[in-house]
């Protein structure tokens, strides 16, 4: 029910506030009026047919980086 | 490769956090993490994060479903709505096998001829109640705040294009509410049965709400709460993050989801969330009871797309399926394995309670992926000690 997959922005249709979004092979039409400034190329998370926010490249490197470094504490 | 999904399960950094949890706890305490939300419940046990863990790192399974949490009573109402034959009901896939009384499910009366749709959107919906003029469309919606801004897009939507045959019949719900009642309730707060140690903050609520309001309890109750991932990874450094906070006799709210969330959240969603909807005195809860101010109502303003209004849907107090634990495990005081009907009278295949319904509620969790080894290892050390009149059920 709380599912929501990160997805691809491939194509924007602004008047009825719908995308396109890719999710590896498969392509979906999703709403994106609950999201603002989104642009091609940009991830969202999609849940029950609606974008509901980015997702930020620098912060998931961050994070993904932290994984790495909990291995090394002392 | 599925970007931001692969990374975060990896093996080898999941091996990596392992050790880290492993140096950093303490083997002289116990850790109990309740995780609220059925998302994470589901990921532990699917990716067998439990077997990761030291034998005094635990996870304690909270009330985070709302497929779980929706009281029999408005199931019942929902099955009322399609025996009139102008209606179509339409709804997310997880409720059709909800039992409700009688043995009834919404999956039964429409097998029987009642018609029930399945939507994947509120946009779905939209579009059956534009193709049925003549007829009376009700969305049947639930969740929480993660899926409460569709809903209310679709009102919004609906009023701008004047269709006068769609309604909402709202059941959202908020999850600080529900938080702040478990913490508050008697078997957490005086007899200390249960022991939480600190909280995994829901992923996707919060990509919504933001972190901000998980600052009072944190703070009231004194518990840590980190904002935390759906994927395997997430869930550990999350794990690891609370270990510390612990450690320190901290009790703060921390985010690693920062990928996603901020935070002040969405505010176009909240704002579009605070245009249509109001918050309701009370609602009741599986598991919890009646919670004040825990649940969302539509605007007097959009009266009109109010299927409680329209159909004068009445309140009904139906009591739960008999031998069912679910209210108790949804308040983290049971484990499924308590239930005796867990396993033998029910299964996803033959649900008996909501828990067993949702992949993300509890039982369902243990029968499909930790039944086995839940059995062969120690349980959680979890007594419950019931109070008269709390549990609604039995
Ligand atoms: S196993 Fe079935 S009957 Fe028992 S608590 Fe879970 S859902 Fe209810």
């Known amino acids: 029910m709380c599912l929501a997959l990160p997805a691809k922005i491939i194509a924007i249709d602004e ?11 498969v392509k979906k039409e999703v709403s994106i009026a609950l999201v603002e400034d989104v642009k091609i190329n940009d991830f969202v998370l999609i849940h029950v047919g609606y974008a509901l926010n980015k997702i930020s490249p620098e912060e998931a490197e961050r994070t993904l980086q932290l994984f790495a470094e909990a291995g090394l504490t002392e | 490769m599925i970007k931001y999904v692969d990374e975060f399960r990896r ?20 850790y109990n993490l309740m995780e609220f939300c059925g998302g994470h419940t589901h990921a532990i046990f699917r990716y067998g994060v439990q077997d990761l863990m030291p034998e005094n790192v635990k996870f304690v399974h909270g009330p985070g479903c709302p497929v779980c949490v929706l009281p029999i009573g408005r199931i019942d109402n929902a099955i009322q709505l399609t025996q009139n034959n102008n209606v179509i009901l339409c709804t997310y896939g997880d409720l059709m096998r909800v039992p409700a009384s009688g043995r009834k499910s919404l999956l039964k009366v429409k097998a029987e001829g009642a018609d029930v749709r399945m939507v994947y959107s509120t946009q779905d919906a939209l579009k059956i109640a534009r193709e049925n003029p003549n007829k009376e469309v009700v969305f049947f919606a639930i969740g929480f705040e993660t899926t409460t801004p569709p809903t209310a897009v679709a009102i919004k939507q609906a009023k701008k294009e004047g269709l006068k045959n769609f309604s909402v019949f709202c059941n959202h719900v908020l999850t600080p509410a529900a938080i702040q009642n478990i913490l508050e309730s008697p078997e957490v ?13 829901p992923s996707h609520v919060s990509s919504i709400i933001g972190s901000q309001p998980y600052e009072f309890f944190a703070e009231e109750f004194q ?36 990928r996603v969330v901020s935070r002040e959240g969405n505010q176009k969603a909240q704002a579009l969330v605070a245009e249509v909807m109001e918050l309701r005195r009370n609602f009741e809860w599986r598991g919890l009871g009646m919670v004040p101010y825990s649940a969302l109502q539509i605007k007097q303003s959009y ?11 009445p309140q009904i107090h139906a009591s739960d399926i008999k031998g069912c634990e679910c209210p108790r495990i949804l308040r983290g005081v049971k484990k499924p394995t308590d239930c005796k009907l867990f396993g033998t009278v029910c299964t996803p295949e033959n649900p008996m309670g909501s828990c067993m319904v949702s992949s993300e509620g509890a ?16 349980p959680v050390e979890i007594t419950p000690i019931e109070k008269k009149g709390t549990a609604e059920c039995q």
């Open chain 2, 303 to 313: 009266a009109e797309f109010d299927a409680e209004k329209r159909f004068a849907v």
């Open chain 2, 11 to 30: 093996h080898d950094l999941a091996q990596l956090l392992s050790s880290a949890i492993k140096k950093e706890s303490d083997p002289q305490r116990q």
């Open chain 2, 363 to 378: 039982c369902a969790a243990y029968w499909s992926y930790g039944r086995f080894r839940q059995m062969k290892s120690k």
């Open chain 1, 15 to 25: 008047t009825t506030d719908m995308a396109t979004v890719a999710l590896g092979e």
């Open chain 2, 189 to 201: 707060r005086e007899m200390s049965s249960v022991v939480i140690d600190g909280f995994f903050g």
């Open chain 2, 223 to 258: 518990k840590p709460v980190v904002i935390a991932g759906f994927e395997p990874l997430d869930v550990m450094q999350s794990a690891l993050m609370l270990i510390r906070q612990i450690n320190d006799g901290r009790h703060e709210v921390e985010n690693e989801y920062t």
